[in-house]
């Protein structure tokens, strides 16, 4: 399965906020066998969120979107995805009751911050999702997820995506393994063993230098047998750390 990630978000892009969701989603994906093919991140423009969208849903297996998903002003990936499916947005009764009773257990918990800072929650902002989209209601926050087509929406903040990444984990299960060594031999000394093995065997060999001592090799394909007898091949000419 090929999988995009597209992340949304001006603080992103301006350094404000690191962009761990990317790193995770992809870390996730690739540990379940799909193969992430694009890592974008792009700015709150409903225009262009709708223009990627649209294009990437028709080129690769799966998109995933995280961030600007709420009822702030700059929140507009919701209208972007509706926009790129020609949808409406609406709001599920399911949803909006969900919205309320997590403003409730707010308004509940912290009554002082509420009353001194006059908090007014538009729940149907909140709840509004593309018509038609399966609904993923959110246990550690407000915004709800929800996955159109092959499109898959999530809330920006970390531990919102992790927990509604986890109710659709099992549907990125696909076909990659992969299998990591480690050496010590420089990266410019294995060039042509990497080279070789390469043409030798279906696999893609990723070598990742560290100032640490130990070189990180990871090979990938899609046939287990494949991978392990291109691992095999170059145990035989590389120096490999036995861990």
């Known amino acids: 399965m090929e999988v995009a990630i597209l992340t949304v978000g ?25 193969t992430v093919v694009r890592i974008l991140t ?24 995280t961030g600007g998903l709420g009822g702030t002003h700059d929140d507009v990936t919701a209208d972007a ?23 409730a257990a707010y308004r509940d918990a912290n009554p002082e911050t509420v009353a001194e800072h006059d908090l007014e929650i538009d729940v149907d902002a909140w709840a509004a999702l593309p018509e038609g989209g399966r609904v993923f209601l959110n246990p550690e926050g407000l915004c709800p997820g929800c996955v159109l087509e092959n499109v898959y929406a999530f809330p920006g903040v970390p531990a919102e995506l992790r927990a509604l990444f986890g109710q659709v984990a099992e549907e990125f299960d696909g076909d990659t393994v992969s299998t990591t060594l480690y050496t010590p031999q420089p990266e410019g000394s294995m060039v042509d063993e990497l080279a070789g093995a390469r043409e030798r065997f279906d696999v ?40």
Do not use: H, Q
């Open 204 to 243: 893609t060999i990723g070598s990742y230098p560290t100032t640490e001592g130990r070189n990180r090799l990871k090979v990938t394909g899609t046939d287990t047998e494949t991978v392990a007898d291109g691992v095999a091949w170059l145990r035989e000419r590389v120096e490999i750390d036995e861990e």
């Open 10 to 34: 001006d603080e992103v892009l301006a350094g404000d906020i690191t962009n761990t969701n990317a790193s995770w989603l992809a870390s996730r994906l690739t540990d379940s066998g799909s």
């Open 42 to 65: 792009i700015p709150d423009e409903r225009e262009l969120i709708a223009e990627t969208v649209a294009e990437w849903a028709g080129t690769f297996d799966a998109v995933i979107v």
């Open 81 to 103: 995805i509706a926009d790129a499916f020609d949808r409406d947005l609406v709001v599920e009764d399911a949803v909006r009751e969900d919205v309320l009773e997590t403003v």
